[in-house]
């Protein structure tokens, strides 16, 4: 019973939710089975109910049955999905306007339907939000005025291009969003889709003049971005939108678009382009004025320490500092101390402060492997930067085994940088700075070498980078 979905169901649902979910199976409009009032009660105040105590508590005197309580929970789940979709639809307005229109039509009551249209259109003009959604409900309104003229044999409907129109804009902003989700999957994870359409689609919008769209230029810069990792102008138009049209999207949506301009500038930036470092800092900065980055509350771990190496990139020092504490307490538990202890490490390695740094990273534990190892790559550039060799020598050789110990549980992608970095390492701490063929040799190898974190920071020990 308890890993039924509608147990699950109730765990997630607010006590408000829960309250107006009593009210609504109690009424006897949805619901005329006392003992499925009953059971709702049951579950609500037993943690940990089973089949058999819920059928005592239901049927005291009659044998137990497993079925029979099983029936009740199958109704009782019907209900409970017609309260989330009339919880939905409640907190939506335009939606559930246009759901009474349809009705409306259907029963052919003229004026209701009318005013009822009318109601949708002022509701929509006031929304916020001006995203392909926005377009799909101008779309559907528009359908249920061209249904209600033909029903009463009007033949011709005035505005039927504001129909055409807004459907254009919802599909073509649609194929282009879900065209940039297709792309970042096969980027990331390999797969494979059939992109058809998106060629016509494209010299659509161009032919007719559709970019200044923000539904569409967000989606339509992004492709551009994501298809050619060296067209900066698509990445600066997809930044001028967000400035300029960021309150036209919803959180959640502004969430992804903004990750997809980051992971831009984060490739501009891997290649040692670095005047991305602050094209990117801007972006945190943008979306954190925004609180894009927090969801249900929470920080992710992975974005907080982006912005803090992109911010100690740029030497935002106190600008980091005061990030580092105000977002580290909304880091899910189980990880803050160690992103905070690192955080504030590389913060402290940052400005030449080597002891404070040292200790903080020696306090960080194997909560997170990617952290872990990142401490370690701190560390080793802060024992090459004090010179203490025997400490540097046994620390690159343990991680060496470390990496080696579990291959299983590193991409191969991981596993060979980090084995560059030990290589580039050891290269640097037995190089002779005096041979200046075999030291630009060194440079030449780094600097072609694919996979390599810490790429610059090997290239500033040898002298060629301020």
């Known amino acids: 019973m308890q890993s039924s979905k509608l147990i699950k169901i109730f765990r997630v649902l607010s006590k408000k ?21 009953q059971l709702l009660d049951y579950v609500l105040a037993n943690r940990r109910c089973s089949y058999e105590k819920a059928h005592q508590y239901l049927y005291p005197k009659q044998p137990i049955s497993i079925q029979k309580v099983r029936n009740l929970m199958s109704y009782l789940q019907k209900l409970v999905d017609k309260f989330l979709i009339y919880e939905s639809l409640e907190n939506q307005d335009v939606p559930s306007q246009l ?103 494209l010299k659509c919008v161009e032919q007719r003049d559709l970019i200044d769209v923000p539904a569409i230029s967000v989606y339509y810069y992004s492709y551009q971005a994501l298809v050619d990792p060296n067209n900066s102008d698509a990445f600066f138009k997809l930044k001028e939108n967000l400035q300029q049209h960021a309150s ?124 872990w190892m990142g401490a370690r790559i701190t560390l080793l550039k802060i024992y090459y930067e004090l010179q203490e060799i025997s400490a540097l020598e046994a620390l690159l050789e343990s991680f060496r085994i470390y990496i080696q110990r579990h291959k299983k549980d590193l991409s191969e992608y991981l596993q060979r940088s980090y084995l560059n970095f030990i290589k580039y390492s050891k290269k640097l701490l037995n190089h002779n700075f005096h041979d200046r063929k075999k030291t630009l040799q060194l440079i030449e190898t780094i600097e072609k070498e694919q996979h390599l974190p810490e790429r610059n920071w090997l290239l500033f020990q040898l002298g060629i980078m301020n």
């Open 99 to 201: 759901a009474l229109a349809s009705v409306y039509r259907k029963q052919n009551l003229q004026k209701a339907f009318n005013n009822t249209i009318t109601q949708s259109t002022k509701l929509l003009e006031k929304t916020p939000h001006k995203n392909a959604d926005y377009y799909h409900q101008h779309y559907q309104l528009k359908t249920e005025e061209y249904l209600f003229n033909k029903q009463i044999k009007r033949t011709y409907v005035d505005d039927y291009q504001a129909l055409l129109d807004n459907f254009d804009i919802y599909y073509l902003a649609n194929k282009l969003k879900l065209s940039v989700i297709g792309l970042t999957h096969e980027a990331f994870f390999g797969a494979e889709y059939k992109h058809e359409l998106l060629l016509e689609v």
């Open 248 to 371: 036209l999207f919803p959180a959640e949506e502004l969430r992804d678009i903004y990750l997809l301009a980051i992971n831009f500038g984060i490739k501009r930036l891997n290649t040692g382009d670095e005047n991305f470092a602050q094209e990117l800092f801007e972006l945190y900065q943008m979306g954190l004025e925004k609180d894009i980055f927090l969801e249900e509350g929470k920080f992710s771990r992975f974005t907080f320490k982006n912005i803090v190496t992109i911010g100690l990139k740029v030497d935002a020092f106190e600008w980091v500092q005061e990030f580092i504490h105000e977002f580290s307490p909304l880091l899910d538990l189980p990880y803050r101390a160690d992103y905070q202890n690192y955080n504030l490490a590389k913060w402290h390695y940052a400005r030449k402060d080597y002891k404070q740094a040292m200790q903080l990273l020696l306090d960080v534990r194997l909560s997170d492997r990617s952290i």
């Open 17 to 37: 939710q829960l309250n107006r979910l009593q009210k609504f199976v109690q009424s006897p409009y949805h619901n005329q089975h006392k003992a499925v009032e």
